[in-house]
């Protein structure tokens, strides 16, 4: 099965990165796996503090990793399968890659500005090197507007 990996938080690029891969995966009966990151945290003075700030970091990334697939549910009919992983989110999604040859393509979104973002800015230098093909989809893209099908 075609599985269309998604990087998402609560921004309006990783929204529509959401769309556009679910689109994609219901043309093709395939799947979206939603990658949320939370970053590690830099509290190592206090081992017990910093473990609680990244519990609670990541408890935020379920809840709102498991709103987005409830989302996509609604809108798309697909539920998709979460994973949230601690740690460089340049790191995670190249392991998460390697590790899971059924992904189709990696659908990141990009942030308006002169920056898309750090995933997006890492992953578009190394598109060559991927397993699968890197899909990067504006933060405004509303393919309901756009021309094409597929």
Known sequence: ???FLVVTDDSEEARSALR????RAVAVDGAVHILA???QQNVSAFGAVQATIEQEARDRAEM???GVAGNLLAESGLMPTISVKIGNGQKIVT???DGHREVAALVLGAARGSSPGPLVQ???AHAGDLPCPLYVIPADYDETKSDHTN
């Open 95 to 97: 392991e998460f890659l």
């Open 122 to 124: 890492h992953f578009s």
């Open 1 to 3: 099965m075609r599985t």
């Open 20 to 23: 556009y891969a679910a689109r």
């Open 37 to 39: 990151i939370v970053r």
């Open 64 to 66: 709102l990793a498991h």
